[in-house]
């Protein structure tokens, strides 16, 4: 098993920028694949963006690509997520998780964090 840990969230102004870490702890994560979801109020959770346990090949939401950035998910590079040009639309709960299958959707995801709040203002 492995224990995950985001940090990094809280309250920015539009156009912002935000960088989360998620800490793995157990397992190494680099056994699994990694990714970042979040959840707005009201919403169920979506995908954001995923990265190979080797770190190779990264994908992203449509939302999201061209201003978030995954890297990480190793012993000496922990998963991170760089955000930029913030908007109030990417308001939520940011959750990293980590699953067997390099993959977008939720139930593919064994391991999740507690999540950590996104706040943008316009």
Do not use: H
């Not at 157990?26 to 009201?42: E, H, K």
């Not at 090949?57 to 890297?71: K, Q």
């Amino acid at each position: 098993q492995v224990q995950l840990a985001e940090s990094g969230g809280g309250l920015v102004q539009a156009g912002g920028s935000l960088r989360l870490s998620c800490a793995a702890s157990g397992r190494p994560s680099i056994t699994y694949n990694l990714a970042w979801f979040r959840q707005a109020p009201g919403k169920e959770r979506e995908f954001v963006a995923a990265i190979t346990r080797s770190g190779v090949l990264a994908r992203y939401a449509d939302s999201v690509r061209g201003r978030f950035t995954i890297s990480g998910g190793n012993a000496n590079n922990p998963l991170s997520l760089q955000m930029t040009s913030l908007n109030p639309a990417d308001t939520a709960v940011y959750f990293c998780a980590a699953g067997s299958t390099y993959s977008s959707r939720v139930a593919d995801y064994e391991y999740w964090g507690q999540g950590t709040q996104v706040t943008v203002s316009s």
